[in-house]
């Protein structure tokens, strides 16, 4: 069983910067480590659904959105998931998710993810 546990979030102003970070742990699928894991960071702001921000798998993905401010990487274990977010805008205030899923290749679905972390808040005042 799969474990994420993300951490990060706060209170900026409009222009900062903010890295989340989400840390993988636990029984991997066949015993692989999670390289062989895409994952990825989705979001929730108030009164909207939850959507996709950035994946990290066979490559990376950013949502429109955020493309150009975001930066999704992982570390050398490839077991810390991490999200560098620059030039914060209040429309980026949401409670953001990491999300693992058993294969290697990208995805923008929420229903291909089997693991989710614990939400982040992040709110960016004007």
């Known amino acids: 069983h799969v474990q994420l546990v993300g951490s990060g979030g706060g209170l900026v102003q409009a222009g900062d910067s903010l890295r989340l970070s989400c840390v993988a742990s636990?029984?991997?699928?066949?015993?692989?480590?999670?390289?062989?894991?895409?994952m990825g960071w989705f979001r929730q702001a108030p009164g909207k659904e939850r959507e996709f921000v950035a994946g990290?798998?066979?490559?990376?993905d950013y949502a429109d959105s955020v493309k150009g401010r975001c930066l999704i990487s992982r570390d050398k274990s490839e077991s810390t998931l991490s999200l560098q977010m620059n030039n914060l805008k209040p429309d980026d205030t949401a409670v953001y998710y990491c999300?693992?899923?058993?294969?290697?290749?990208?995805?923008?679905?929420?229903?291909?993810?089997?693991?989710w972390g614990q939400g982040i808040e992040v709110t960016v005042s004007s």
């Open positions: 636990g029984r991997t699928y066949s015993g692989r480590t999670f390289s062989s894991y895409a």
């Open positions: 999300a693992a899923r058993q294969w290697y290749w990208n995805s923008r679905r929420q229903s291909e993810y089997e693991y």
């Open positions: 990290i798998g066979n490559g990376t």
